[in-house]
């Protein structure tokens, strides 16, 4: 399980909390605010429950912590002396468990809409319809691919391959202007020695399908590789990712219960949302 909150403490305790989580395993602190000059907020991303119990051995240690206050992710708060580390606990799992059983709700529900949303800017169509209609004769069925250049193809298969679990479909060359699909047994490193290069990766976990194209590590990318890709995940998805991206200190521009933008080392900006935003 992987969640986050905010450790809110007095700006005296500020350095010394940090140190507390950076010392945890499988915590970190991947941000600190200071919104007055009393306090200090510290963002914490964990994936056990080792964080909790060093934060209130902490207390134990300095009682003046009994003042911290935490802030779960749903928002709500509370202070470190009003609960135990069991109860805490308690609190986060249930709050993880409820996150992630959210889905699109029956027939009616206020989870459904009958008019589509443009995310991440909260427009509706008008009422009346498109602003200008086309005439209609191509059938669109589905989102074929996303091509992605980038500049070290191999690091950028892995990448993708394990952060949104994606398959390796195949692998490819480019020879004589024609493309050849290389073995499935290809090894990189007898390619670099032999000069047979991957040009081109697919990659395919359903519905998303992505394609790289191998730039060359010494490519300037005068023009956009690809503004955003924008998907609808299951909420136990947007979780998921969302600590991922946290984890690894991605840029991150949007985060709101049901919506995460972030941008992956590679340049691209992912939006992903679920059921419940509508």
């Known amino acids: 399980m ?26 970190e602190a991947i941000a600190v605010r200071r919104p007055g000059e009393e306090r200090a907020e510290i963002t914490v991303v964990a994936h056990a429950h080792d964080i909790i119990d060093a934060i209130y051995q902490w207390q134990v240690e300095q009682p003046e912590a009994a003042e911290a206050r935490f802030e779960l992710f749903g928002g709500e708060r509370l202070r470190l002396a009003d609960t135990d580390a069991a109860g805490l606990k308690a609190l986060i799992e249930g709050e993880h468990d409820e996150m992630a059983s959210r889905v699109q709700g029956e027939p009616g529900s206020a989870l459904q809409t009958t008019d589509a949303v443009l995310q991440p800017y909260a427009l509706s169509p008008a009422p009346e319809g498109p602003v200008s209609q086309a005439e209609r004769s191509l059938v669109i069925e589905a989102i074929d691919h996303l091509a992605i250049r980038v500049a070290n193809i191999r690091k950028a298969e892995e990448f993708y391959r394990d952060f949104f679990q994606m398959d390796v479909v195949l692998r490819a060359h480019r020879e004589n202007g024609n493309w050849v699909r290389l073995p499935s047994d290809y090894d990189w490193e007898e390619g670099l020695r032999q000069g047979v290069y991957v040009d081109l990766v697919y990659l395919s976990h359903p519905p998303l399908s992505l394609v790289l194209r191998e730039a060359g590590r010494g490519a300037i990318f005068t023009e956009p590789r690809l503004d955003h890709v924008s998907l609808r995940v299951s909420p136990g998805t947007l979780l998921t990712i969302r600590a991922q991206a946290l984890i690894r200190s991605f840029p ?11 941008r992956d080392p590679f340049g691209v900006t992912w939006h992903l949302t679920d059921a419940a935003a509508g």
């Open 252 to 262: 991150v521009t949007d985060d709101r219960p049901h919506s995460f933008v972030f």
């Open 2 to 27: 992987t969640y986050r909150f905010i450790l809110e403490v007095p700006e005296a305790l500020a350095e010394e909390a940090q140190a507390v989580v950076e010392r945890t395993p499988y915590a």
